[in-house]
Every structure is written in structure tokens, then in C-alpha cells.
């Protein structure tokens, strides 16, 4: 199997994607989306933009790798009665079966960024984007101070070197290489603007709780614990993991939990 395609099937992202929802509606607010738009939302899990994107009347279609969240989006499309959005299982680095200049905006919110072959991926959202359409990317920034860059650093520390030739998706969160990227697909320097954003993770539980979410079904965080199990570490990279999720949550109440994680939001005019 496609080792991308394992590593977000291996767990249940729903469970981290609940908590993201708010975070998701406000962003979608500030995309400009009108119910002419064709809107396709790249690595889309189980819809926590391309929902909002479609309440907001776009035609919108959902493509990610692992089938587990597609079936979720559909569900939950479903469940909204939305006729207007659609899930489909798709690699973000070889989107054959989308046409060229299909979208007037492409949106991917921390989803895109863990394809491999970046460069293919630049040149895919490009290609099915149309002329005088936008490309909007979320991506997490590497060594940023707050959760999810954290929570990925600690993560790594317990796994295995990756393969050879492997590149980081936390590349995605770098200036100079987003700009190479979607240089080499043919987009101009200035046509690329960039902006810190945050992203707040809401849940209706404790922090140490929220842990064990990312444990147990965050594919990243679930392979770091069986490394950590295999080594004899897992209480080591569980009390890391709760020491970081404690201090980072500004929740006033000890059984719920609020962090926020800053993000670099790529914007492309194509």
C-alpha cells in the first residue's frame, strides 16, 4: 500500500478533526467563496472546510487519500443534506482524474503539505486550477513554538530515521520553499503572498485526554508510540506529550481543553 495512504487510514482522523471545526468554519469565512465558485478541497479529511465551503454554496469537491475519511465525508454531507459536496479518494500528487483549469479556488488545509513529491503537487493544484483562480494552502510552520509543529518534532524523536530521499511536508511551512514549488509550476514570485494564521483546537475534555486522541487515532502520533513501545519509551513519550498539551492549553475550566497553533497560510493567484 501507498505508505501516505496507510499512514492516514492507520488511525480514525475524525477524532482530532472534531476539534477543529470552529477553527475551519472561521477560516472558510475569510476565503471570499460566492455560490458561483468551484471549490476543491485537497486532503480534505472528512470535510472540516469543504463543509463550510459548500454552506457557503460552492460547489465543492472533496479529494483525500485515506478512504476511511471520504466515507466519513460523505456522511456527513449527508447527514447536512448538502447536494452540492462531494468526497472522493484522490493523491494530491497525481490528480489524473480531475481535468485542467477545473477550480476557481483550491483550498488545502493541512492536508496537501503530507503528500509526498511536493514539486508534483505544486504542479497538480496549478494545473486544475483555473486562470485567475486562487490556490489557498494551511500549512504547519517547522520549529514554531505551538502544538501541532511540536506534537510532530516530539513524534519524530521516536521513530525511525525516515527513508532516503524523504522530504519533510514540514517544508510546506517555509517561505522559500513554497515559493520554488510553485515556481518550478510555472507561478511568478509575486504572485505568491504569505501570512502567519492560528487554528484553535476546541474539545470537550482534558488536555491529558486529548493526548490519548492523538495516540490512538493521529497516524503520525500512532506510529511514534509503537517505535516508543517497541523501544521501551512509551511513558516517556506520553508524559512528554501531556507535559506539552497541558502548558499549551488557555482553557479556564480543567476538563476542556483550548490550544491554538499558528500556521503559515500560502496564497496563489494563478
Given at each position: 500500500m501507498?505508505?501516505?495512504?496507510?499512514?492516514?487510514?492507520?488511525?480514525?482522523?475524525?477524532?482530532?478533526?472534531?476539534?477543529?471545526r470552529e477553527s475551519g468554519t472561521?477560516?472558510?469565512?475569510?476565503?471570499?467563496?460566492?455560490?458561483?465558485?468551484?471549490?476543491?478541497?485537497?486532503?480534505?479529511?472528512?470535510?472540516?472546510?469543504?463543509?463550510?465551503?459548500?454552506?457557503?454554496?460552492?460547489?465543492v469537491l472533496g479529494v483525500d487519500i485515506a478512504q476511511n475519511l471520504v466515507a466519513a465525508g460523505?456522511?456527513?454531507?449527508?447527514?447536512?443534506?448538502?447536494?452540492?459536496c462531494r468526497f472522493q479518494e484522490g493523491d494530491a500528487a497525481d490528480l489524473?482524474?480531475?481535468?485542467?483549469?477545473?477550480?476557481d479556488l483550491v483550498v488545502?488545509?493541512?492536508?496537501?503539505?503530507?503528500?509526498?513529491?511536493?514539486?508534483?503537487?505544486?504542479?497538480?493544484?496549478?494545473?486544475?486550477?483555473?486562470?485567475?483562480g486562487r490556490i489557498v494552502m494551511g500549512n504547519w510552520i517547522p520549529g514554531d513554538p505551538t502544538l501541532v509543529?511540536?506534537?510532530?518534532?516530539v513524534s519524530s524523536a521516536y521513530t525511525p530515521p525516515p527513508p532516503e530521499g524523504f522530504v519533510s511536508p514540514m517544508l510546506w511551512g517555509v517561505e522559500d520553499h513554497v515559493i520554488d514549488r510553485f515556481g518550478q509550476a510555472g507561478i511568478a514570485k509575486d504572485h505568491i503572498s504569505f501570512s502567519r494564521d492560528t487554528f484553535t483546537f476546541n474539545a470537550p475534555y482534558s488536555p491529558s485526554e486529548f493526548?490519548?486522541?492523538?495516540?490512538?487515532?493521529?497516524?503520525?502520533?500512532m506510529n511514534a508510540f509503537d517505535a516508543a513501545n517497541a523501544n521501551g519509551?512509551?511513558?516517556?513519550?506520553?508524559?512528554?506529550?501531556?507535559?506539552?498539551?497541558?502548558?499549551?492549553?488557555?482553557?479556564?475550566?480543567?476538563?476542556?481543553?483550548?490550544?491554538?497553533?499558528?500556521?503559515?497560510?500560502?496564497?496563489?493567484?494563478?
Open positions: 501507498n505508505p501516505n495512504k496507510a499512514l492516514w487510514e492507520k488511525g480514525d482522523f475524525t477524532q482530532i478533526a472534531e476539534t477543529m472561521a477560516l472558510v469565512a475569510t476565503l471570499g467563496i460566492s455560490p458561483d465558485m468551484t471549490v476543491l478541497d485537497l486532503g480534505c479529511g472528512d470535510g472540516t472546510t469543504a463543509i463550510p465551503e459548500a454552506k457557503l454554496g460552492a460547489t460523505n456522511r456527513r454531507t449527508a447527514a447536512e443534506g448538502l447536494t452540492n489524473h482524474e480531475l481535468n485542467d483549469h477545473s477550480f488545502s488545509i493541512f492536508g496537501a503539505m503530507f503528500a509526498p513529491r511536493p514539486l508534483d503537487v505544486a504542479r497538480e493544484m496549478v494545473r486544475v486550477t483555473k486562470p485567475g509543529a511540536q506534537v510532530l518534532k493526548v490519548n486522541k492523538f495516540k490512538n487515532y493521529y497516524g503520525p502520533t519509551k512509551s511513558a516517556e513519550l506520553a508524559r512528554e506529550l501531556d507535559s506539552l498539551f497541558n502548558s499549551q492549553n488557555k482553557s479556564t475550566t480543567p476538563d476542556t481543553t483550548s490550544i491554538s497553533a499558528t500556521f503559515l497560510r500560502v496564497t496563489v493567484q494563478c
